[in-house]
T-cell receptor, first 110, second 115 residues
Framework: KQEVTQIPAALSVPEGENLVLNCSFT??????LQWFRQDPGKGLTSLLL?????REQTSGRLNASLDKSSGRSTLYIAASQPGDSATYLC?????????FGTGTRLTVIP | DTAVSQTPKYLVTQMGNDKSIKCEQN?????MYWYKQDSKKFLKIMFSYNNKELIINETVPNRFSPKSPDKAHLNLHINSLELGDSAVYFC??????????????FGAGSRLTVL
């Protein structure tokens, strides 16, 4: 069964720093990988979707990479802002659902 | 307009009660899901319906019963509530079942607290 792990569980950085969030998965036979953002008391917002044939996907200050063979993905956030503070989750699809990681809680300190 | 809406947003109830959480999506999606997020923030699939038919039923106590009157609605009924049922329940929808390129759209969550 697919297992998705995210490291670190929590991260605090000063505003302006670049940072990397890590996601690893055990079964590399995936169609795609998604990164989500969850704000406290809110639902999940999809940030980036990387297809299995892609190695990178970019949206604004966010860049996600995917290495299927090693079962890893990273989310790079450039020039972090206090508004980036949230929990970030990665997810990979199973037969009919998504397997989520446990998330990384990011705090960007002004 | 809210794409996936859940009601209620907060629910506080006593052990042993029966409660329901409702979910509606106006995206025209065929597939809807219920996920449970526990106190450690781990999201786990509970049920999935595709066009009103159950396609996923994970190891969930049979006190939990989903109902899909049409493909735009997926309600979750919970009987004999227990303390361990306290969690945030998320509804989601997608064009077709996951495994393809489709993205899930999530509701804002329903926080259930059992006292």
């Amino acid at each position: 069964k697919q297992e998705v792990t995210q490291i670190p569980a929590a991260l605090s950085v000063p505003e302006g720093e670049n940072l990397v969030l890590n996601c690893s998965f055990t079964d590399s036979a995936i169609y795609n990988l998604q990164w989500f953002r969850q704000d406290p008391g809110k639902g999940l917002t999809s940030l980036l979707l990387i297809q299995s044939s892609q190695r990178e996907q970019t949206s604004g200050r966010l860049n996600a990479s995917l290495d299927k063979s090693s079962g890893r993905s990273t989310l790079y956030i450039a020039a972090s802002q206090p508004g980036d503070s949230a929990t970030y989750l990665c997810a990979v699809p199973g037969a009919n659902n998504l397997f989520f990681g446990t998330g990384t809680r990011l705090t960007v300190i002004p | 307009d809210t794409a996936v809406s859940q009601t209620p947003k907060y629910l506080v109830t006593q052990m042993g009660n029966d409660k329901s959480i409702k979910c509606e999506q106006n995206l025209g999606h065929d597939t809807m899901y219920w996920y449970k997020q526990d106190s450690k923030k781990f999201l786990k699939i509970m049920f999935s319906y595709n066009n009103k038919e159950l396609i996923i039923n994970e190891t969930v106590p049979n006190r939990f019963s989903p109902k899909s009157p049409d493909k735009a609605h997926l309600n979750l009924h919970i009987n004999s509530l227990e303390l361990g049922d306290s969690a945030v329940y998320f509804c989601a929808s997608s064009q077709v079942p996951q495994g393809t390129a489709n993205v899930l759209t999530f509701g804002a969550g329903s926080r259930l607290t059992v006292l």
